[in-house]
């Protein structure tokens, strides 16, 4: 069955780092999403991408956070400059057509920020 | 912000009885829910959905119940097996055209055989 694949499964970084956390989509699918738990709290939405560009992204989602699809299988976020509360499970999800049926979550990136 | 809630935060069951797991949500603008499992160090997995303009959705052992009048949905799985113990997200859309989901806080299910 096809996958959603996201490298590493756990990172940690310093804060004030840089961090890019990887995902390779489902080859077919159109529609990329980021979603992170930080420990003990709900899964929350940060961005959905659609057509190389954002199409709706959360009030998490500030000007620290970045997306990008650099060729045709990866999906990026970039935190410009991690703080302490960015430690948290970042999981990237697609789907082949717009709408919340049919998303594949990914295994998750842990990110601790120390 | 608690639009989707689950006040159960662990639920522990018998195999082979039934096990129901609850959920709240206060955005009567929700139209569209959804059921994940996770296991640990994986991502959530779809497992049933129901539309608003539905009472109730059935897959196998798993059925959603969703009363609107009380902003209230459940789901039912009979009969409960101890692979089904994971951790159970509720999470709720706007519409099933948009992109967003917005979860609960899940349930830990542990189904004891």
């Known amino acids: 069955e096809p996958e959603v694949t996201q490298t590493p499964s756990h990172q940690v970084t310093q804060m004030g780092q840089e961090v890019i956390l990887r995902c390779v989509p489902i080859s077919n699918h159109l529609y990329f999403y980021w979603y992170r738990q930080i420990l003990g709290q709900k899964v929350e939405f940060l961005v959905s991408f659609y057509n190389n560009e954002i199409s709706e992204k959360s009030e998490i989602f500030d000007d620290q956070f970045s997306v990008e699809r650099p060729d045709g299988s990866n999906f990026t976020l970039k935190i410009r400059s991690t703080k302490l509360e960015d430690s948290a499970m970042y999981f990237c999800?697609?789907?082949?057509?717009?709408?919340?049926?049919?998303?594949?979550f990914g295994s998750g990136t842990r990110l601790t920020v120390v | 912000d608690q639009q989707v809630k689950q006040n159960s935060p662990s639920l522990s069951v018998q195999e082979g009885r039934i096990s129901i797991l609850n959920c709240d949500y206060t955005?009567?603008?929700?139209?569209?829910f959804l059921w994940y499992k996770k296991y640990p160090a994986e991502g959530p997995t779809f497992l049933i959905s129901i539309s608003s303009i539905k009472d109730k959705n059935e897959d196998g052992r798993f059925t959603v119940f969703l009363n609107k009048s009380a902003k209230h949905l459940s789901l039912h799985i009979v009969p409960s097996q101890p692979g089904d113990s994971a951790v159970y997200f509720c999470a709720a859309s706007l519409n099933n055209a948009g992109n967003m989901l917005t979860f609960g806080g899940g349930t830990r299910l542990m189904v004891k055989p």
């Open positions: 999800a697609s789907s082949l057509t717009t709408g919340v049926y049919g998303y594949t």
């Open positions: 955005n009567s603008m929700f139209d569209y």
